[in-house]
């Protein structure tokens, strides 16, 4: 279902039911990991190592850090920026899988390859993501001030946020970490959707009567195979572009522990890999993979479980 394919007989939902589709995916899916999703920030932005055996580090477990904010900020800490986030994952949601189904029918009607290949699904991933970056990635801004801040909070509320950041920091604010996200985010989207259609492939391939029988457990596993792969390979983008989305937002930072300015990308790798040495490229990466695992398998089984609700409907009808 994911991609184009005129050999199917579930092709026939509409445009605009591909885009709810991917919008619902992106909406139960964030509900169900924003707290992965907020330990993951916090680790991310931490400069102390994640370890008990500095004194100064905040963070240094899944579990401790869960604790710890549930301790100090409560239990609504874990959805902290949900709102933006919601935001960001209905307008991705739609606008990648939109894109996504739209270039690889555009890849089969001009009959470069077959639209069912490792790299075509490589290359319309990282595009139709992008493009879906470039749309939503003001929220994403939004989303990470919201789940970095702690108490008292920055911004109380979604539209304060922005006034205040409009204000004090220009209209451009709204696209810090730009660049390493879309650098990122290529790859990791195409990373997905090919390494999710070859999974399918090998999944059918070991147990080709199950493969057929049981789809939404083969989604729901071949899915969460691409997320870890996937966000394993572009790890350390992610978090310069967590990095940068917070310059300028210092104070907010302080109770965490140290806080530091950045240039762009570079200067934030170089900054990095000085300090906190090569694993502090992978902080946070137990949780995100966690998530990744998560995210991606819901992410693609809700995606196909509503495109398939679209199709037996309008077989029902017909």
């Not at 470069?112 to 879906?132: E, I, K, M, N, T």
């Not at 492939?201 to 729901?220: I, S």
């Amino acid at each position: 279902m994911v991609g184009y394919d005129p050999k199917a007989d579930d092709r026939n939902i509409s445009k605009l039911e591909v885009a709810v589709s991917g919008s619902v995916s992106g909406l139960v899916t964030r509900a169900l990991i924003s707290p992965l999703d907020v330990i993951k920030i916090r680790f991310q932005l931490q400069i102390e190592r994640l370890s008990r055996r500095d004194p100064n580090a905040k963070y240094h477990g899944i579990l401790q850090a869960g604790r710890q904010i549930l301790w100090e900020e409560g239990p609504t800490a874990f959805w902290k920026g949900h709102i933006p986030a919601q935001l960001l994952s209905i307008g991705y949601g739609a606008v990648q899988f939109l894109s996504f189904e739209m270039l690889t029918e555009l890849v089969h009607r001009a009959g470069v390859h077959s639209a069912r290949d490792f790299s075509v699904h490589f290359v319309c991933g990282g595009l139709s993501a992008c493009v879906a970056t470039l749309a939503v990635h003001p929220v994403d801004v939004l989303r990470t001030r919201f789940a970095a801040q702690g108490e008292p909070k920055v911004y109380k509320t979604l539209r304060a946020a922005v006034a205040t950041m409009y204000r004090t920091e220009g209209p451009l604010v709204f696209y810090k970490g730009l660049n390493p996200t879309l650098i990122a985010i290529f790859p990791y989207a195409g990373f997905q959707f090919s390494f999710y259609n070859s999974l399918k492939h090998v999944y059918e391939w070991v147990t080709p009567a199950e493969g057929k029988k049981n789809g939404n457990l083969k989604n729901l596993l071949c899915g969460s195979g691409a997320g870890v792969i996937s966000k394993t390979l572009t790890y350390p983008l992610d978090l310069f572009k967590k990095r940068l989305q917070v310059g300028g937002f210092e104070q907010a930072r302080a109770s965490f522990g140290q806080v530091r300015s950045y240039q762009g990308l570079l200067d934030c790798a170089r900054q990095v890999l000085r300090e906190e040495g090569v694993p502090g490229f992978f902080k946070g990466l137990s949780p995100s993979l966690l998530k990744a695992a998560l995210s991606t398998g819901l992410m693609f089984f809700w995606y196909e479980f509503f495109c398939n609700l679209f199709h037996r409907a309008k077989k029902a009808d017909s």
